[in-house]
């Protein structure tokens, strides 16, 4: 059974930082490209980060370049977010995933900026 267990959010003020974690279990992680989704209240959940199985190659979504880092374990089948210099619009629930997706979600993480 694939699954997904995500920690590490809380609130912060403007400015500061959150290393978020996932845990996968249920499959081959090492082949598999994982992702870093949010949801924002009132808005559709989307692509924060994502990091290949090889290479790896990375991207991210143009409002976190610079301040979030995906990296991933695959000994410990983990995958992390690094995020600095956070803003009130990155509060949002967070989860991790695979590509392609098995079609079952974590609870994900919440993260709150505010002052």
């Known amino acids: 059974q694939v699954q997904f267990v995500e920690s590490g959010g809380g609130l912060v003020q403007p400015g500061g930082s959150l290393r978020l974690s996932c845990a996968a279990s249920?499959?081959?992680?090492?082949?598999?490209?994982m992702i870093w989704y949010r949801q924002a209240p009132g808005k559709e959940r989307e692509l924060v980060a994502l990091?290949?199985?090889?290479?790896?190659?990375?991207y991210y979504e143009d409002s976190v370049k610079g301040r979030f880092a995906i990296s991933r374990d695959d000994a410990k089948n983990m995958v992390y977010l690094q995020m600095n210099n956070l803003k009130p619009e990155d509060t949002g629930l967070y989860y991790c995933?695979?590509?392609?997706?098995?079609?079952?979600w974590g609870r994900g993480t919440q993260v709150s900026v505010s002052s």
């Open positions: 995933n695979r590509r392609p997706s098995p079609g079952s």
């Open positions: 249920g499959f081959p992680f090492n082949s598999y490209t």
């Open positions: 990091i290949t199985s090889a290479g790896p190659n990375i």
